[in-house]
């Protein structure tokens, strides 16, 4: 083997590796479609936490009601906010930061994780401006 296959063989595993670290599942977090989302917060009597982790300026299009502002840029930073024995529901504007997010807070001791399959664009209930 030469060093140009050396070098290929491992960008390509770094590339297949990063891809599947972004798309995975998160063992433990429940992918709620909009609908369940909508359910699921209705449902437990306000005991849940409803994080918004987008950025400041994306909040500013539209949230959903109740939700805290924990952009997954600082959530590392700001894991003492958010209470360990509620259910946490989590959302983002495609799904994809959220499940980063769940990631994160998974590997710190939580269990009770959902997250918005979709993000807010497949959001169809009620949004604040």
Same mark, same amino acid.
């Given at each position: ?8 063989? /491992?960008?390509?595993?770094?590339? !297949?590796?990063?891809? $599947?670290?972004?798309? *995975?599942?998160?063992?433990? @977090? ?22 918004? /982790?987008?950025?400041?300026?994306? !909040?500013?299009?539209? $949230?959903?009601?109740? *939700?805290?502002?924990?952009? @997954? ?57």
């Amino acid at each position: 083997m030469d060093s140009n296959m050396i070098f290929n063989l /491992v960008a390509l595993g770094f590339i !297949v590796w990063f891809f $599947y670290s972004r798309f *995975a599942g998160v063992k433990g @977090l429940r992918n709620l479609s909009s609908e369940q989302f909508q359910e699921a917060l209705t449902t437990d009597n306000h005991k849940h936490v409803l994080i918004d /982790v987008r950025e400041p300026g994306e !909040v500013k299009q539209g $949230y959903i009601p109740g *939700a805290v502002n924990i952009p @997954l840029s600082t959530m590392g930073r700001r894991l003492a906010e958010i209470p360990k024995d509620r259910p946490v529901y989590l959302y983002c504007r495609s799904g994809m930061r959220s499940k980063q997010a769940a990631k994160l807070l998974r590997k710190h001791g939580f269990n009770e994780l959902s997250h918005l399959k979709g993000g807010i664009m497949s959001w169809n209930g009620k949004q604040t401006q």
